[in-house]
């Protein structure tokens, strides 16, 4: 079949899709199926040596992701492109029709690398239970809910965004799916003093890959030459990763491409392309009542 046969094809199934339903778990909008199945993810057990993602939606997960991958099969991205990141990786909390992110992991091998995008309040206890490493890598405010808005355009498992203006009132209302980010990056960044968690920024990684890159090799307790941590900066570059068919959620039903690519744009400060001033002033007045009683700080002008 021709490529742009197989594209017009997938349109028009997500064209006939309905979006999906949500709920809440201790109020947090989660989706429904995930509500309805919570006590098996609450109860998953997790492993010593385990290594958990955690993030914000659109925080730059899947490059951390892709980072870690390759740290851990030693630049080889032979290995690293055995399969799409969502297999290689489990998403703790997806439900899908045929399979789950906790029976992916149930089924896999240790050492597991899991990815999740609970807040911290609603980690299954196994994790702290078992002292798991957990890397958290946060994206300042406004670049993160432009490219969840974005995000949400494109993919029909989470709410129709509607306007831009009307996401912007959702998102102050605090009625996003996985919760507040302030209340998200806060929690995780407190549970960092009495955990193993590797907190990192997306703006970090951009500035100076390699220094970040090297941090999560020594967290992960790796020692890897010069010329591996260059080859990964080169094969985690957003060129690169847009290319690569196994980070970009390619056959993924639920989402059009076409609307909105997964790896969109990759840029600090697209929010400047969104955000009226009107917004930015009002954002900013936000950002500054609910980050008033954190050490948490962000990178937010380019
Ligand atoms: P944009 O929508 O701003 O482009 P997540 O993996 O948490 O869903 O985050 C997706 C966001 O991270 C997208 O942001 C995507 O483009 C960005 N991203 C993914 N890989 C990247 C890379 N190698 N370099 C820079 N940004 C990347």
New binding site residues.
Partial sequence: MAKDKVEETSELQWGLLCRGEFSQVNGIILQKKVCDCWDKIWNFQAKPDDLLIA?Y??????????IVDLIQNDGDTEKSRRAPIHLRQPFLEQIKMTYSGIDQANMMPSPRTLKTHLPVQLLPPSFWEENCKIIY?A?NPK?NL??YY??QRMNKSLPDPGSWDEYFETVLAGNVVWGSWFDHVKGWWKKKDSHPILYIF?ED??KDPKCEIRKIMEFLGKNLKEEVLDKIVYN???D???KNPM?NYLNEITMNHNL?P??????MG?WKNQFTEAQNKQFNEYYEKNMADTSLSFCIEP
């Avoid at 939606?57 to 892709?66: N, S, V, Y």
């Avoid at 997964?262 to 840029?267: M, S």
């Fill in positions: 993030s939606p659109k925080a730059g997960t899947t490059w951390t992701q892709e890598v994206r670049d432009v490219s974005h995000f997306y990684i951009m985690t570059s957003f690169i990763m847009k980070t909105s997964f790896l969109r744009k990759g840029i697209d």
